[in-house]
């Protein structure tokens, strides 16, 4: 038996007994039949109890828990400071105000509790940023090592299906560069489920790596990850989703989504792309620079070789062909940005490796 219906059955009981007593009452008044009268309304009582008692017993709770369910712990938390705060200042001005002539001193205590309440939990909920720093500073620990301080609590972070997918967040978390909380939407993790149980073997083994990942995410000590159960009624697709708990809870997307991040951006949610991040932290190099890399197969050109630098950036190397396999010192003749990442092109020294080639 659940809740709602359990609650349905005690509105039709009292709404029977209401209607049943108002028929009662009735039938004397107008000196009628009462049977008829208290039989009638008590029926209609309890279709009225059957009917609405949900719109004012459960509803509204279950409307008020996803509102509190949307709203992060430091919010919640400096609203319950602003109350407090507001319910002192009220007490201590409510004797005044209660000496004032009536009808004053009768309506300003209740007046004040209900502005000073009111302003108190707005202003510590708009500054509960500077709120959290100021509670670090006073009170936080003086270690080095520790990292989950309340300005890092402050922020959160929403986690896409594709970024747990992709696997490099867990690379970049045990870094340190995500400060905050990672959160995890229950539709994301669902998500992610369902692609783990494809019963294509491709989309399977992506679904299963970002299980491990979220795994992984979990088991790093400085870093906090929390799944939570807020949704958004009404809208079943996950990107959107995603964008409106975004604005809500005013936190930024981790993403490496292409459309997510563009559509985003016209909807005015910050992004934090893997990608771009990738590509910012790719060595710079300018032409006539000196790089020493392993030319490791030919390329489309005849002549040409390719190699990679640590970073992953491909290197086209001009008559390379001959040294496919060494480490050689090549000259950066041009660089390209393209929309695929950086690109970069260089000579071999003809001088230095063709002697050494004809001494073999």
């Not at 039709?12 to 107008?30: D, K, S, T």
């Amino acid at each position: 038996m659940t809740v709602d219906f359990f609650l349905r059955i005690l509105g039709m009981l009292f709404f029977a007994f209401l209607g049943g007593y108002a028929g009662g009452e009735l039938a004397i008044y107008y000196q009628r039949d009462n049977l008829t009268y208290v039989s009638v309304l008590g029926l209609v009582g309890a279709l009225v109890g059957l009917i609405l008692t949900p719109y004012f017993t459960t509803r509204p709770m279950r409307t008020l828990r996803a509102v509190l369910g949307r709203l992060s712990a430091e919010t919640l938390f400096a609203g319950l400071i602003g109350l407090i705060t507001g319910l002192l200042i009220a007490a201590l001005l409510a004797f005044p105000l209660s000496l004032l002539p009536p009808p004053l001193g009768e309506i300003l205590p209740f007046v004040g509790v209900v502005v000073f309440v009111y302003f108190g939990i707005s202003l510590f909920i708009m500054r509960q940023g500077d709120l959290f720093s100021l509670i670090s500073a006073l009170f936080g620990r003086s270690s080095e090592t520790d990292a989950l301080t309340w300005s890092n609590l402050n922020r959160n972070i929403l986690l896409d299906t594709s970024v747990l997918i992709d696997g490099r967040v867990s690379d970049i978390a045990k870094t340190g560069f995500l400060p905050g909380t990672l959160l995890i939407p229950r539709f994301v993790l669902n998500e992610l489920q369902y692609i783990a149980d494809s019963p294509d073997s491709l989309r399977r083994a992506r679904g299963r790596r970002g299980m491990e990942t979220l795994a992984e995410l979990q088991r790093l000590p400085n870093v906090m990850v929390r799944v939570s159960d807020i949704d958004v009624e009404g809208i079943r697709d996950v990107d959107d989703k995603l964008m409106i708990l975004a604005r809500q809870l005013k936190c930024p997307i981790l993403t490496n989504d292409y459309n997510l991040h563009r559509i985003a951006e016209l909807q005015g949610v910050t992004i934090l792309n893997i990608n771009e991040l990738a590509n910012a932290v790719r060595s710079v190099v300018l032409p006539g620079e000196v790089l020493r890399i392993n030319i490791i197969q030919e390329g489309k050109e005849p002549g040409q070789g390719v190699g990679y630098m640590d970073d992953g950036t491909m290197v086209v190397v001009e008559n390379g062909r001959d040294v496919i396999g060494e480490y050689c010192e090549v000259t950066v003749s041009k660089v390209l940005q393209t929309a695929a990442g950086r690109m970069i092109f260089a000579r071999v020294d003809e001088e230095k490796y063709g002697k050494k080639r004809r001494t073999f």
